[in-house]
C-alpha cells in the first residue's frame, strides 16, 4: 500500500535559522507530490506541489522542495524561518496516472519557530 | 481565501445523535474528499466523490455516510453519534473534470466532540 512518512515531528527552530524536513513516500511507479501547511486556526493551504520537470519546486514564502526519485524523497527547505511559518505541514503523494486525484498525506511536522 | 465551505466549525453533540456535516464548494470541482484528522496523525480519507450520484468509501473505515446530489454539495451523515466518533472532519475539493491534476483546496474543518 502507499504510504507517505514524515521523520520530523516536532521542529522548533529560532528565527533566521534553516530550515529541512523530511519526506519519503513509498510507491513504485510516477507519483505527484505536495506539501500543505497549515497554520495555527487556519485550513490548510497548498505550499507547493511537483509534477514532472525539475525536481526542484519552488512554492510560496520562500519554500522550496526536491524530488530525488532514486530516494523516494521530497524534502521540504526554507533557508531562513520567520516566527510567521510557526504551522504544521503536511506531505502528500499521488499516483501520477489514473488522475483519481486521492491523495495520501504523512502524520505532518509541527514547526515552531521561536522569535 | 478559501471556496470551500464547512459548517458547523465546531459541533458537541450527545451520544446517538443525527448528525450531518456540510460541505459546500463555489469552484465546479468535479472531484470532492472526506478526511478525517487527529492530532498527531495523518489525515485518512474516508469518503469520496467524483461527481455527482458517485460515491466511494476512502482507505479508512468509517461509520459516516455520504451524499453527492448536486456537484457543489458533499454532506457527511453520523447516523447515531458516538465518543469514538470524536475528531476533526475535513472536507476538500479538486479540479479541473479531467487532465491535470492541480491539488486540494481544503475547507476550514469541522471539529466534533461527542460526549
Known amino acids: 500500500a502507499q504510504s507517505v512518512s514524515q521523520h520530523n515531528h516536532h521542529v522548533i527552530l529560532s528565527e533566521a535559522a534553516s530550515l529541512e524536513l523530511g519526506c519519503n513516500y513509498s510507491?513504485?511507479?510516477?507519483?505527484?507530490l505536495f506539501w500543505y501547511v497549515q497554520y495555527p486556526g487556519q485550513h490548510l493551504q497548498l505550499l507547493l506541489k511537483y509534477f514532472s520537470g525539475d525536481p526542484l519546486v519552488k512554492g510560496i514564502k520562500g519554500f522550496e522542495a526536491e524530488f530525488i526519485k532514486s530516494k523516494f524523497s521530497f524534502n521540504l527547505r526554507k533557508p531562513s524561518v520567520q516566527w510567521s511559518d510557526t504551522a504544521e505541514y503536511f506531505c502528500?503523494?499521488?499516483?501520477?496516472?489514473?488522475?483519481?486525484?486521492?491523495?495520501?498525506f504523512g502524520q505532518g511536522t509541527t514547526l515552531q519557530v521561536k522569535p | 481565501e478559501a471556496d470551500i465551505y464547512q459548517t458547523p466549525r465546531y459541533l458537541v453533540i450527545g451520544t446517538g445523535k443525527k448528525i450531518t456535516l456540510e460541505c459546500s464548494q463555489t469552484m465546479g470541482h468535479d472531484k470532492m474528499y472526506w478526511y478525517q484528522q487527529d492530532p498527531g496523525m495523518e489525515l485518512h480519507l474516508i469518503h469520496y466523490?467524483?461527481?455527482?450520484?458517485?460515491?466511494e468509501k476512502g482507505d479508512l473505515s468509517s461509520e459516516s455516510t455520504v451524499s453527492r446530489i448536486r456537484t457543489e454539495h458533499f454532506p457527511l451523515t453520523l447516523e447515531s453519534a458516538r465518543p469514538s466518533h470524536t475528531s476533526q472532519y475535513l472536507c476538500a475539493s479538486s479540479g479541473p473534470g479531467t487532465g491535470e491534476f492541480y491539488g486540494y483546496t481544503f475547507g476550514s474543518g469541522t471539529r466534533l466532540t461527542v460526549v
Open positions: 466523490s467524483y461527481g455527482v450520484n458517485s460515491t
Open positions: 510507491y513504485g511507479g510516477t507519483v505527484n
Open positions: 502528500a503523494v499521488t499516483p501520477s496516472s489514473g488522475n483519481t486525484g486521492k491523495l495520501i
